[in-house]
């Protein structure tokens, strides 16, 4: 399980002990405590403790950090940096968008933010959970910044549908069904098709007769299926099991559940 630097309360008074020590190096226990809000006993067991650990050693009478302690501070720090960076940048505050006019607006007009095929689009006649302004004027179809934004958008997550085609060993796409391939991609009517080998390229370009690149397939997948696209992904198994793993990633980390089936050519 992944250390939470934040949630460990006993590391963190230590830190915190350690830096009140460096900026103050003839500082009292008990005015440590009192900056910290703990008592001077609480601070004596943590010193304790720290010496123990080779954090702390005692030197003319006074405690100082060890260069262990320093790296120790260092490293916690920097590690708590990255969690509270991290979580600051999923929860900033977004108050515009650029967005698809769904008809013609009017700047100030009042608008209803939807996604259609995982594009944003802006209505100035549709009820949303997530609303805001027009700041300019704009035609059906043209980008448009909305600001005022209040509410949040309501999303559906796409579906996943993972065709494994045969390995190159095995003959790749010259040995797969690709009418079998056809009509399983039709019956789903996907919004994406992501290819994560040459295997999977070719067969999808054989099955539906469109260009397939193979540039960050499974980004490229996740990012459609976070707005509410389809996406069917099509590779050898060990591309397919990149896929699979991405989503079951997904869901424990966030606990977003994409709906998502697989076929064996």
Known sequence: ?????????????????????????????????????????????????????????????????????????QEHFSRIKQDVDEILRSISVVDKCVAVAGGKLRKGASVGLVMEDGMMMAFDDVKSSSTGVALEDAEEGDDVLVGGLEGILDMELGRLFVLEAPSELDGGSKAANIEQARQRIEDFSPGLLAAGDTVGAALLMKASGEMVTLHAPVESAMSALSKGVDVVFCGTRESAEVMVDAVTKLKAETGYDIKWRSFKL
């Open 1 to 73: 399980m992944k250390e939470i630097p934040l949630r460990d309360l006993k590391r963190n008074t230590e830190m915190l002990i350690l830096v009140e020590l460096i900026r103050a190096p003839s500082i009292r226990l008990k005015d440590v405590g009192d900056r910290l809000g703990i008592t001077v006993q609480a601070v004596s067991q943590y010193t304790g403790l720290m010496r123990k650990e080779g954090l702390l050693r005692d030197r003319n009478g006074q405690l100082r950090p060890t260069k262990k302690g320093m790296q120790v501070l």
